[in-house]
């Protein structure tokens, strides 16, 4: 028996030792070496699925999947461990960031053998068949596979939250004006933006002209060493580039008069090859989107593309110990709870990946114990408060949704290896 734990041991510590070489940087995996022996022990244990003593009560042997299924509520419906999704389905090591796709119609198959359960869309010997509905059109798999998480709760934030150095924002093309000369700009206004110093805003072949609309900088620092890990811009809106920025002469008569741009007309330059007098006229661009008021002197960066994020939940391979930096929405929030966005002080250069599954603890509350005479300072331990999932990476810095939590999750609490 003895025997079986230490090789079973063995087994999973080369399954992510294999893992974490994979996914990590080439220069991380120079330090982990791995053996022919120990690969071909990870891939078995890849292979062989979960104990079944993982498995939930009330794991179906069969399950047809359905519009509206995610792949965390599936997973939660045959493990009691949802993280542990990877063993369970059997997934070649290297494709551990991209799942086998799931899609609605496909029935899922409940296999035990040896004391170990493992899941499959076809059962032994047998061709996969999947139940589709008539469409009317053509749908890309990508389309219509099945999500992590529920759509709706993470959409938003996948163009949203956008984390940058502290230059980034600063050097960005800026809302200079209106057309109607109003400070404040809603849904359909047209608006006017200036590139950076020599580099206007144009149109051209490999140019975006989709961009999103930000404004604020603020500082993320870590809970525990006020570090400055990035500068979270705030979203405001979108806004389409529909006309480049150029110049235009200045006509001799305002010259003579000596206008200038504290008079409305913009920044005048001189002319390099005649010496003649120009001015600027900023790029146009058209407003969409607006989750609030679009000011002069917000911000345009390029929108990224859609794509189609699919990733599987499972646990770290690495140890990790983060800490919840602020709560998304608004500086003025202190609490969390369940579908809500947190930011924590881990980021790509630390491993993190998207659906990373963490275990949330609470902080701890330090108060005077008022029975001591010494009235001696004491911490409470820290205790499980639920678990979340990364869905959005930057360096130094991650999004994850709550998934689950007991009471209120704060600033200041950890992230840690679920158990």
Known sequence: MAAQARMRVTALGALALLAGAAMAPAAQAQNYPITSEQRATAQQVASRGVPLSELAANAPDTYVVKRGDTLWGISGMYLKRPWRWPELWGMNLQSIPNPHLIFPGQTLYLEKADGY???STSRKGAPETVRVSPRTRYDSLAGTALP????????????????????????APRIV???DERMIMANGDRAYVRGPEGSPLVMAPGVPRQYRVFRNAIPLKDPHTGEVLGYEAQYVGRAELVRSETTTPVPQSDVARGK????????????????????????????RGAKEEIRAGDRLLPAPQRSFNSYTPRAPQGPVDASVVSIYGSAAVANAGQNQVITINRGTRDGMEAGHVLQLLTKGERFKDKTDEQRAMVRLPSESNGVAMVFLTFDRVSYALILQSQQAVRVGDRLVNPE
């Open 117 to 119: 359960a493992r899941l």
């Open 148 to 171: 992590t998480l529920k759509p709706h709760l993470i959409e938003p934030f996948l163009v949203e939250p956008l984390v940058v150095d502290e230059l980034t924002l600063q050097q």
């Open 177 to 179: 004006a209106t057309r």
């Open 260 to 287: 200038s741009s504290s008079e409305g007309r913009g920044e005048v330059l001189e002319g390099q090859a005649h010496g003649t007098a120009v001015d600027i006229v900023p790029a146009t661009v058209d407003l």
